[in-house]
């Protein structure tokens, strides 16, 4: 009889802490109290949930944010490209310039700056018909490749 009570005693406390932890106000009626616990369970999986999609999220935000920015106008005579990161992105000339190359696109003026950022500004194909979206598009498969020789 004594280890049938020390269970029950056992059982009632356990129920307590549970009903304590999960904030249940179910009175002392322990279908209640697990009842309670099983909701305060699905909560904390859904919250879960949540804030592994804000992390993705913002994981996806960052790394958008951390590529560099393209823009390729069209001017009178020829082209103007223009690559902007915040960050320094050692090695990326190179794979632009070979990309200019394989265009055929001959640079007539550009500045760079691979200091703290990354920045080029590039004024080229002075006598050369070069469709704009194609020079950003290989602009961008030319950062690609070397964000994927960067791994």
């Known amino acids: 009889m004594v280890s049938r009570e020390k269970k029950r005693v056992a059982l009632y406390e356990k129920l307590q802490l549970l009903r304590t932890v999960t904030n249940s106000h179910a009175q ?28 993705a999220s913002s994981q ?5 944010k951390s590529l560099p920015q393209v823009t390729v106008e069209t001017l009178e005579k020829g082209l103007l490209v223009n690559v902007f990161s915040n ?22 003026e550009a500045r760079v700056s691979c200091a ?3 920045r080029l500004q590039a ?24 964000n994927g020789s960067d791994d």
Do not use: M, P
């Open 28 to 55: 002392i009626d322990n279908t209640s109290i697990i009842l309670d616990a099983s909701k305060y369970i699905e909560e904390l999986k859904q919250k879960v949930e949540r804030l592994n999609e804000d992390i």
């Open 87 to 108: 960050k320094c992105c050692s090695g990326l000339l190179v794979f632009i310039l070979e990309t200019f190359e394989e265009l055929g696109l001959s640079v007539l």
């Open 116 to 118: 703290d950022c990354f």
């Open 123 to 146: 004024v080229g194909g002075e006598n050369q018909v070069i469709d704009a979206q194609v020079v950003k598009q290989a602009v961008w498969q030319a950062i690609n490749h070397w």
């Open 60 to 64: 996806y935000t960052n790394d958008q």
